[in-house]
C-alpha cells in the first residue's frame, strides 16, 4: 500500500513539474531573481513620452503598437509576445525592468541591457505602464 502511495506521489509531482516547465500553466509567473526585486521606477510620469518613442522604433514590430502582443513580427514567433497592457496589472515595476533588461530566455524576446541604458529602460516601464 505505502508503495503504491509513493508510486502516485512521484507521479503527481512529475507532472506538477512538466506543466510549469513547458509553460502551460500561464498564470504562473516567473519569480524576479533578488537583484531586481526591490527596483522602483526612479523616473516621473513623463518619461512615458521619451518610453513610447523607444517602444514604436524598437519594440512594437512584435508587440504592436498598442503593446497588446500583435505586431506584425510576433505573429509567427512560439511563444507568442505577451500582451503588455495586461501583464502590466500583474507585475512590479522590478520585473518589467528585469525581464526588459535580461530577455526571456529561449524566446523571441532578447536582453536589451547593452543595447539600451538603465534610463532608456527605466522609460519603457513608465511608458508600458500607460497601455490599457
Ligand atoms: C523579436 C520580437 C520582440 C521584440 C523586438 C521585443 N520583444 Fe518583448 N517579448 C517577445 C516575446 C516573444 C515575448 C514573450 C516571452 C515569453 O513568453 O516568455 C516577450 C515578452 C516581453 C515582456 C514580458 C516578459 C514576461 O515575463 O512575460 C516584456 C515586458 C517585453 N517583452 C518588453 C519588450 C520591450 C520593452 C521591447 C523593446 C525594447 C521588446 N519587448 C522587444 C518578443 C519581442
Redo the contacts with the bound molecule.
Sequence with gaps: MKKVLFVLLSVLIISACGESAS?INQNV??TVPSNYVNLTNPLSADAAIAGGE??QS??????GSG?H?D?P??AA??????D?SV??LE?SDG??F???SE??P?????A?RG??SDE??WQ??T??RTLK
Design positions: 509553460g509567473l516567473p523607444i517602444f524598437t519594440c512594437a514590430t512584435c508587440h503593446g502582443g505586431g513580427a510576433g514567433l512560439n511563444p507568442p509576445p505577451k503588455l501583464l502590466q507585475v520585473y518589467l528585469w525581464r526588459i530577455g526571456s529561449g524566446t523571441a524576446m532578447v536589451w543595447i539600451l532608456q529602460i519603457l516601464t511608458y508600458i
